[in-house]
């Protein structure tokens, strides 16, 4: 069964600490993304890797930051955390090469900044 | 740039009543439209696809098809149940990407014994 695992389902941080959330997929798929989920406001996406090392910004990608040391893991950074930040994150996963083929998604985070 | 948008919720029904939730798109040429449902505290899953003009997409009793002339990709069910009591969400990937998808912003629905 393919498997896209977010490391928490529900954090807690303090304004200005320094978040990491971490993903983990077992597809070997070349694309992974982090998505934040807003009501009314749908998924917007924050930053995608298409490769190793490689990351291209997403539509909101001020106050975040990534990482992707390993085909299988991507990591989203909150480098400063602030209470607009409050959100539910989802990280996906996805071939490169067959755009017909669908996005799989962990679990999602909710993540509250106090 | 790529858009998606659809009917605005929250929605409710009674158990086996017809649904329809709409979904249009803009976008150059031929996407690939999906349609995704998360259930209470869950991620996405994949309901269903259709990767061309006039394809239908069905999964679960869901239905939809990709219509090019009116730019939509509805969703339907003839008799819903309720457990389908979630948020579905339309999404796009643009021709020639295969990379990010585009959401629309997601459509509550509740159904009621």
């Known amino acids: 069964d393919v498997k896209v695992t977010q490391s928490s389902r529900y954090l807690v941080k303090r304004t200005g600490e320094k978040v990491f959330l971490e993903c983990v997929q077992d597809m070997d798929h070349e694309n992974m993304f982090w998505y934040r989920q807003d009501p009314g406001l749908g998924l917007r996406l924050i930053y995608f890797s298409y490769d190793v090392k490689m990351k291209e910004k997403g539509d909101i990608p001020e106050g975040y930051s990534v990482s992707r040391e390993k085909k299988e893991r991507f990591s989203l950074i909150l480098e400063s955390a602030s209470t607009n930040q409050t959100s539910m994150y989802l990280c996906?996963?996805?071939?490169?090469?067959?755009?017909?083929?669908?996005?799989?998604f962990g679990q999602g985070t909710r993540l509250t900044v106090v | 740039g790529d858009s998606v948008t659809q009917m605005e919720g929250p929605v409710t029904l009674s158990e086996e009543a017809f649904l329809t939730i709409n979904c249009t798109y803009t976008?150059?040429?031929?996407?690939?439209l999906f349609w995704y449902v998360q259930y209470p505290g869950e991620g996405l899953q994949l309901l269903l696809k259709?990767?061309?003009?006039?394809d239908k997409g069905s999964n679960k009793g869901f239905e939809a098809t990709y219509r090019k002339e009116t730019t939509s990709f509805h969703l339907e069910k003839g008799s819903v149940q309720v457990s389908d009591s979630a948020v579905y969400f339309c999404?796009?990937?643009?021709?020639?990407?295969?990379?990010?998808?585009?959401f629309g912003s997601g459509t509550q629905l509740t159904v009621l014994p």
């Open positions: 999404a796009l990937r643009p021709p020639g990407s295969a990379r990010q998808l585009t």
């Open positions: 976008a150059t040429g031929y996407p690939s």
């Open positions: 996906a996963s996805s071939l490169l090469w067959d755009m017909n083929t669908e996005a799989f």
């Open positions: 259709a990767t061309k003009a006039d």
